[in-house]
């Protein structure tokens, strides 16, 4: 069934048998009559049937199958969704749960794709949710990991099958299908029905109903087109000039290495640009597309992941920095401006011996356009030509630091740790000598606060050692015992024996010198007391 977009709205939102919630919920949004793909998707989806549609993007499919999903999905259980939509972007994830989300309070909608930290998505799942809108590529890992289960999905929409198809995608497709046991409706969008798409329709659909949209006026009719030829080292130059003219700008590369390495060319010409690609982490490619979405950035420099999901308004020109891989590349690039009826102008720059690829390009696209030299000059502004950037956003980022400097301020910090550690047992050893040291009378010389940590450390070692009660053997005890003893049998040989005048001075003398010195030869430890009874 092949309809276009001129034809008479004949069928409102209520009479499709759309729910009451959602009416309201899409007259908020000011939307008040179906698109072509809506009136003839939204009754098919909803009497149970499997729908194949040809729809451009911009035609409105997401709100065509988004509309019956709402309505007709069963409550989720913890790991278990009742209704899965496959996307081949992070971007088109995103604006597919958005879209959704816009219609309903009473449905959960979860989002799994890569490039993001698994914690959020896991935590999403084992809780429990009704819609799950993913990228192959994640659910497949989440599917191995267990931590999502399709038997319980019912319906299943496969949104951009030919995108899917350019990247490689089907076969993960084909393997996520196998694994929805339960499901009963296969609904499919794709913006040609050919190929490997047609595959899907074949042994994964029953009986389809196609439904093929033509716009009245496309974006490709819209855009004004132009093919400059101009040498390879000469394209930056003419494309911070184009950009100038005519933004905002999305730029398509080829690589995610050329988009960075043309952002930083164009910063030193004056063009703020941010670039965004597969290689990119999923917030950093929302920050860019906030940036280049409120005009905070004169360009958007993409590979093809962008020539898909990405719905940004009042593009103004659209740039071929690479030749696209083939003339459906082109219409997807092409199509990020002159949409919602408005213009926009799409430039294409040419190698010299590159012109054969464009004209044969030209044909298969439908466009027939001179091959000239460039000419800046010549473009028309389509949007506001005073428009001014926006103030940049102040990002406080934490500065990176390399691991070696982070071991080195670990190492600091543990070092500044102990030193902590042992100044403050030395100010309680020092306190405790204080204390001992007035309690025996002794006087300690004051030490002032400017004295170094070495000397209070070297100071409490030696309060310490002299502090602590001497230990004895028990050879030393008996050691001491016997010279006792020899002692007083010398003394009581010596009372009978007639001594020199003065020789009992001496000996007292020498006593007292032993006794005050401790009893014991230089170098020798000293003995300790003992007491008259032992235990």
């Known amino acids: 069934m092949s309809i276009t977009e001129s034809e008479p709205r004949v069928l409102t939102f209520e009479e499709l048998g759309v729910p009451d919630a959602v009416c ?35 035609s409105g499919k997401t709100l065509a199958f988004g509309i019956p999903l709402v309505a007709m999905t069963s409550k ?61 590529g994640r659910l497949e890992d989440l599917m191995e990991s267990g931590t999502v289960v399709l038997d319980h999905i019912e319906r299943v929409v496969i949104d951009e099958a030919d995108r899917m198809a350019d990247m490689g995608f089907l076969p993960a497709v084909r393997r996520i ?16 029905l050919d190929g490997d798409v047609a595959h899907l329709v074949k042994h994964y659909q029953n009986d389809p109903v196609r439904h093929e949209v033509v716009p009245e006026h496309n974006s490709i009719s819209l855009a004004d087109h132009r093919f400059w030829t101009v040498a390879r080292d000469a394209r930056v130059s ?140 010549s473009l028309t502004p389509f949007g506001d030509p005073t428009a001014t ?57 004051h030490r002032g606060q400017g004295s170094r940590q070495d000397d209070q450390r070297s100071e409490a070692r030696r309060s310490n050692s002299n502090d602590r009660p001497r230990r004895t053997t028990e050879a030393q005890q008996d050691r001491q015992r016997r010279a006792e003893a020899d002692g007083s049998s010398q003394n009581n040989r010596g009372e009978g024996r007639q001594s020199k005048p003065g020789s009992h001075r001496k000996g007292a003398k020498a006593g007292q010198r032993r006794a005050s010195s401790g009893g014991h030869r230089k170098g020798q430890a000293p003995r300790a007391r003992t007491s008259s009874r032992r235990g």
């Not at 809506?38 to 149970?48: E, K, L, P, S």
């Not at 299908?177 to 040609?192: H, K, P, V, W």
């Not at 030209?362 to 091959?371: L, T």
């Open 24 to 58: 309201r919920s899409l007259q908020h949004r000011g939307i008040k009559e179906p698109f072509a793909i809506q009136r003839v998707a939204i009754a098919d989806i909803m009497q149970g049937n499997d729908v194949c549609g040809a729809a451009p993007t911009g």
């Open 76 to 136: 989720g259980s913890p790991r278990r969704p009742t209704s899965l939509v496959l996307s081949p972007t992070r971007e088109l994830a995103d604006q597919i749960a958005s879209e959704i989300k816009s219609l309903t309070q009473s449905t959960s909608i979860t989002t799994v794709y890569g490039g993001v930290a698994y914690g959020k998505q896991v935590n999403a799942l084992k809780y429990g949710t009704d819609i799950l809108v993913a990228c192959p």
């Open 389 to 445: 950037l926006a103030p940049a956003l102040k990002v406080h980022e934490r500065p990176r630091s390399s691991s070696k400097n982070r071991r080195s301020k670990n190492r600091q910090g543990s070092q500044s740790k102990n030193t902590g550690v042992k100044s403050s047992r030395s100010r309680h050893d020092a306190s405790k000598r204080n204390d001992m040291s007035s309690t025996r009378g002794d006087q300690q010389p």
């Open 177 to 192: 299908l196998d694994a929805t046991t339960s499901r009963t409706q296969t609904i499919l969008f794709s913006a040609t």
């Open 238 to 377: 003419l494309l911070a000039e184009t950009v100038a003219a005519a933004w905002p700008t999305i730029v398509f590369c080829r690589t995610r290495h050329g988009a960075d390495r043309l952002t930083k060319q164009l910063a030193r010409g004056g063009i703020t640009a941010v670039s965004i690609h597969g290689g990119k982490s999923q917030p950093q490619r929302t920050r860019a597309l906030a940036d280049f979405t409120e005009h905070r950035a004169h360009a958007l420099i993409a590979t093809d992941v962008a020539a898909r999901g990405i719905h940004v308004d009042d593009v103004t020109s659209v740039v071929h920095f690479d030749p696209p891989e083939d003339h459906k590349a082109y219409i997807h690039r092409s199509g990020r401006t002159a949409r919602a009826g408005q213009g926009g102008v799409v430039v294409s720059l040419i190698e010299p011996n590159g012109r054969r690829a464009a004209r044969r390009m030209q044909r298969e696209v439908g466009i027939e356009v001179e091959i000239v030299d460039p000419d800046v000059t």
